[in-house]
C-alpha cells in the first residue's frame, strides 16, 4: 500500500483560511482580530502579521479568530488562545484534530467548547482536502 507522504510532513505551517468557512464562523462571532495573518490572508480589518507576532500582542477587548502556524510552535499558540480567554477575550481557533497532543489535554479538552468538523477542509486555493481532520475551538 503507498504512503500518503502528505500525511507525514508539510511544506508549510501555514495553512491559510477557506473564506467561506470563515464567514459562517463571522455571522456567529464578529470577529475582530486575526493574530496569525498575512497582508495576503488576513479575515478581519485588524491582524497582525508573522513581524508582529501575535504570541506578544495582548487580545483584550478583542473578538479572535485564530488560525494558528500548524508547526512547531502551535503549542504557544494554543496556550496563548486559552490564557487570554482566561483574562475575558473570545477566541476562537481552527486547528488541526489532533486529540492525542499535549495541548489539547492541556488547553483544550475540558475547558473549551470543541466543534469536530465533518471532512476535511481545502485550506487557500489547494485543489486537495487536508490531510488531516480539522476542529474550531471556542474559548468563552
Request: charged residues 25%; glycine residues 4%.
Amino acid at each position: 500500500m503507498p504512503i500518503n507522504k502528505g500525511l507525514m510532513s508539510s511544506n508549510t505551517a501555514e495553512w491559510a483560511t477557506p473564506q467561506s468557512f470563515f464567514d459562517e464562523l463571522n455571522a456567529e462571532f464578529n470577529f475582530t482580530l486575526d493574530p496569525c495573518a498575512s497582508f495576503e490572508n488576513a479575515k478581519c480589518k485588524k491582524f497582525y502579521t508573522k513581524e508582529d507576532n501575535g504570541l506578544l500582542q495582548s487580545w483584550a477587548g478583542e473578538r479572535v479568530f485564530c488560525n494558528p502556524p500548524y508547526g512547531k510552535e502551535i503549542n504557544a499558540w494554543v496556550k496563548k488562545c486559552f490564557d487570554e480567554s482566561k483574562a475575558g477575550t473570545l477566541v476562537v481557533a481552527l486547528l488541526p484534530s489532533r486529540t492525542d497532543t499535549k495541548y489539547f489535554h492541556d488547553y483544550i479538552y475540558k475547558r473549551a467548547e470543541i466543534r469536530f468538523i465533518k471532512g476535511r477542509l481545502k485550506f487557500g486555493e489547494a485543489k486537495n482536502a487536508a490531510p488531516f481532520p480539522s476542529m474550531v475551538v471556542v474559548w468563552w
